[in-house]
């Protein structure tokens, strides 16, 4: 099992909806959650860090943290074609400081 | 720009030869994180500082790569003999250590290496 899961994608929504992003995690000792943009050639971009349980929003941006079920989630609402991209869950596993990342969905959100 | 910067942006090497690549963090920021990553994959860790101490390892780092950080500053990361699997983006992230022990990570352009 690998410590940071994603579906690979990738996820195709229409402009305007919602889109789902979604990670499991295998270590319950981890505390640090981390959401990151890629564009294709680009490094990653930091758009959201959770550390508690709950929601948290950033403009169109919400990260949900559950810890029970150890699932980390990204909602992005309004979604445009700029919002394209590969998105990286990235977890300090067991309280690391290292970031473990799965390896990214690809969302596309069609004009 | 105060971001992170990474130099060169890009390398292209032969086998068996040996690169180096550097990375200024933000100026703030006390730790500072060596990433490769592989098309179609997230990053991986490869090494950390915490000011110029070397203090994780990752087993994904052979005896081929070394990395320094002198003065705490900017760090270098050479690879030495090169092979045709070393061909990745190599990242560099920086964070600031806090009292809130938040661990945001702020990534450079990174430098694409590729051995022919």
């Known amino acids: 099992q690998k410590e940071v899961e994603q579906n690979s994608g990738p996820l195709s929504v229409p402009e305007g909806a919602i889109a789902s992003l979604n990670c499991t995690y295998s270590d319950r000792g981890s505390q640090s959650f981390f959401w990151y943009r890629q564009y294709s050639g680009k490094s990653p971009e930091l758009i959201m860090s959770i550390y508690s349980n709950g929601d948290k929003e950033d403009g169109r941006f919400t990260a949900q943290l559950n810890k029970a079920s150890q699932y980390v989630s990204l909602l992005i609402r309004d979604s445009q074609p700029s919002d394209s991209a590969t998105y990286l869950c990235?977890?300090?596993?067991?309280?690391?400081?290292?970031?473990?990342f799965g390896s990214g969905t690809r969302l596309q959100v069609q004009p | 720009d105060t971001g992170v910067s990474q130099n060169p942006r890009h390398k292209i090497t032969k086998r068996g030869q040996n690169v180096t690549f550097r990375c200024d963090p933000i100026s703030e920021h006390n730790r500072l994180y060596w990433y490769r990553q592989t098309l179609g994959q997230g990053p991986e860790f490869l090494t950390y500082?915490?000011?110029?101490?070397?203090?994780?390892k990752s087993r994904l780092l052979s005896d081929r790569f070394s990395a320094e950080r002198p003065k705490g500053s900017f760090s270098t990361l050479e690879i030495q003999r090169t092979e045709q699997g070393d061909s990745a983006m190599y990242l560099c992230?920086?964070?600031?250590?806090?009292?809130?022990?938040?661990?945001?990570?702020?990534f450079g352009p990174g430098t694409r290496l590729t051995v022919t």
């Open positions: 992230a920086s964070s600031l250590a806090a009292l809130a022990a938040t661990y945001e990570q702020y």
């Open positions: 500082f915490q000011n110029e101490a070397q203090l994780e």
């Open positions: 990235a977890v300090n596993v067991g309280g690391r400081r290292a970031l473990t």
